[in-house]
Structure formats: C-alpha cells, structure tokens
Nanobody, 125 residues
Framework: VQLQASGGGLVQGGGSLRLSCAAS????????IGWFRQAPGKDREFVAG????????YYADSVKGRFTISRDNAKNTVYLRMNSLKPEDTAIYYC???????????????????WGQGTQVTVSS
C-alpha cells in the first residue's frame, strides 16, 4: 500500500489543522493506521492509531483531548484533526500502515509495514 500524507502547514498556537493520509494500491481496510511525528533532534513519537474498522482508537497522552483520529474506508483515507495546537507539536507528521489487527501497543513503530513521506506541521508561539 502507498500512503500520501498531506495537510500540514504553519499555524499559530491555539489553531487547528487537519492532516490526511490517503492510501492506494491495496485493500485499505486490511490495515490499521498510525500517525507518528518527529521533531528535529528528537526520536519518532507515536501520536495516534486507529484499527481497521475504526472501532479502536489510541492516543498518546500528549495529544489526548486535542487530536482526533478517524478514517473513511470508502475514501481510503485516515484523518488527524489537531486542535489547540502548541509549539511543541511542531514536527514532521507521518502516517503508517500495519497489516491486520493491532496485537500489541500501536505505539511501536516497528509494527508498521508501510510509511508515507511526511507532512510538516509548524506551530508558532
């Protein structure tokens, strides 16, 4: 499966963005999808994950209550709605696909088989 992340940009603190992860090349609902981010000089960090049907959703504590992950399997797309953005949310955001169900914590990047190219999110103070 090929993944294309989009929707990043520059936003003021407190603002909102919606990222999209569009998939092609395979049966989309065979894959759980995760969002990760990486800031300069920092390790890759799990942000959110969603199961194949959308029935199970996971968030990092740092974004819980501010970010919402969702998916539209008819459109082969996963969304990440980000509200109340903070400067510390600045990073490149990546979506990733994992074949099958989550059998362990979705925050382990090694579980994911395919990665998109990333989209830059910059939050000014």
């Amino acid at each position: 499966v090929q993944l294309q992340a989009s929707g990043g940009g520059l936003v003021q603190g407190g603002g909102s963005l919606r990222l999209s992860c569009a998939a092609s090349g395979s049966t989309f609902d065979d894959y759980a999808i995760g969002w990760f981010r990486q800031a300069p000089g920092k390790d890759r960090e799990f942000v959110a994950g969603i199961s194949r049907s959308g029935g199970s959703i996971y968030y990092a504590d740092s974004v819980k209550g501010r970010f919402t992950i969702s998916r539209d399997n008819a459109k082969n797309t996963v969304y990440l709605r980000m509200n109340s953005l903070k400067p510390e949310d600045t990073a490149i955001y990546y979506c990733a696909a994992k074949g099958g169900a989550y059998t362990s914590g979705p925050d382990n990047y090694k579980l994911y088989d395919y990665w998109g190219q990333g989209t830059q999110v910059t939050v000014s103070s």
